[in-house]
């Protein structure tokens, strides 16, 4: 008799608040609601944990924060017993990770797999979110807590004839949980990204022939990429605590060495030196080389034509060095890869480049690509082309607020928030790591625990003062988004076309969505709003009974 799955649990009606995603800042959350006595649930719509370490599971997927620092730091049994096995660790390695994470808290049992959330609206009378799924479930939940992270609704490019491929075609965002063969196979690669950049020589290794069609070059520095060295692991571990709270004050939340000097300040010999030595020791610590490097347009350039010659040094053939050489855009100002082999990738006689500045594609065929001066077959087509960056899984939902406001179109010109927590007019809906705070400038874990841990301080501020409601008033949301601008306008950020300004989204406002003033000073405003009764935000209501899981 074939095995049957158990029937799927039924979703509570009433809740103190509804989690929609099950990544790290969606089990973080719901692990501190416990804390805090509330009733919670987790909707997810994949069938496991882990969020996008979930999805992305190409070949070749890698974080590049350092194990390391990419990992919890609240509970320190769990960061000095979990060993990590390389200095980046890849995908399924971190994908373990979550899963132990989940098992160690017992986080399974109020968590809803396969439940994607199709709106949310506002009961102004009742200060309660009715959330309600494709499905056609609905709960009634004090608090919306959007943990849908910033890289997760993938996006297809509008080619002409994409439904219209014969071979097999992936996404790097919905990679498939099997193993993807590739040998013997012509293979197309659409776009040169990070996830690209990391996927691209593990397929070449594997494929008869890798064709990479490239619209716009990005700068990647090599990760040198080991096994986890056992004193470094040791020199971690014998003082966690004191590391994570400098880590956390950094402008990035990445614990590593800034040159506080400026790059036109010293001479060439030394500058040269020391990107040498930053090459060397690989990783993103790259852009530490000179604290002006995001600032000043001079400096900024004596990197990039550093990372361009080591392009031309490594790629042979001279017109692909070159075609892969980025122009234009200032380093950093497109988020940094970090690769594995990447540009010696291209000196394999099985690897191509396409430029698609000279050679546009024209449309997708039933056998292959036909670009502008001839077609192309292959049996595989990999679409590397991002996600709809920070507000794509937000605007996935139907959200409506405070009489009858629509997310959609509060941020039709653009993200609006305050400290990218919560919006004007959406009470008691709350963001993890939103547009507006550093979220994808910083390293993701550092970031998630430090929103978390002010939302779970504000939900213990109102049981303490049997309160049912909070918002974002309207004058700071304003000053906030006014200020993140400010601060943005003063770095090169903006004169990169990146999916930071959602650049990579065709009609989607160009609006620079992370706050840049950094980890730090971030962590220290909104600890100084949180020390001052929550400074911007109308707290209010009379508490109601507690809501027991139905």
Known sequence: MAETSPPRKPLPTRLDAVIVGAGFGGMYMLHRLRGLGLSARILEAADGVGGTWYWNRYPGARCDVESMQYSFSFDEALQQEWQWSERFAAQPEILRYANHVADRYDLRRDIHFETRVASARYDEAADRWTVTTEGGEVVSARFCIMATGCLSAARLPDIPGIASFGGETYHTGYWPHHKVDFSGKRVAVIGTGSSAIQAIPVIAAEAAQVT?????????????????????????????????????????????????????????????????????????????????????????????????????????????????????????????CVDTDYYETYNRPNVALVNLRKTPIETITETGIRTSDRTREFDVIVFATGFDAMTGA?????????????????????????????????????????????????????????????????????????????????????????????????????????????????????????????????????????????????????????????
Not at 311 to 330: G, Y
């Open 212 to 336: 990479v069609f490239q619209r716009t070059p990005n700068f990647s520095i090599p990760s040198r990429n080991a096994p986890m060295d056992a004193e470094y692991e040791s020199w971690w571990k014998s003082d966690y605590a004191a590391k994570r709270r400098q880590a956390r004050m950094m402008r990035t939340g990445i614990l590593y060495d800034i040159n506080p000097q400026s790059a036109i300040e010293v001479d060439e010999a030394t500058r040269t030196a020391e990107y040498e030595r930053r090459w060397a020791n690989g990783g993103t610590a790259f852009m530490g080389a000179y604290h002006d490097l995001i600032l000043n347009k001079a400096s900024n350039d004596t990197a990039a034509e550093f990372v361009r010659s080591k392009i031309r040094s490594i790629v042979k053939d001279p017109e692909t060095a070159e075609a892969l050489a980025p122009k234009d855009h200032p380093i950093g100002t497109k988020r940094i």
């Open 394 to 550: 937000l605007l996935k939902v139907d959200f409506e607020g405070r009489g009858g406001r629509r997310l959609s179109a509060e941020w039709e010109h653009g993200p609006r928030s305050y400290l990218g927590l919560m919006v004007a007019g959406f009470p008691n809906m709350f963001m993890i790591t939103g547009p507006g705070s550093p979220s994808v400038l910083s390293n993701m874990i550092v970031s998630v625990e430090q929103h978390v841990e002010w939302i779970t301080g504000l939900l213990g501020h109102m049981q303490a003062r049997n309160l049912t409601r909070v918002e974002a008033t309207e004058q700071a949301q304003e000053e906030w988004v006014r200020h993140g601008m400010e601060v943005a306008e003063k770095t090169l950020y903006p004169s990169a076309a990146s999916w930071y300004m959602g650049a990579n989204i065709p009609g989607k406002p160009r609006v620079f969505m992370p706050y840049i003033g950094g980890v730090g000073t971030y962590r220290e405003t909104c600890d100084a709003i949180a020390a001052e009764g929550y400074r911007g935000f109308a707290l209010a209501g009379e508490k109601a009974p507690a809501a027991a899981a139905e």
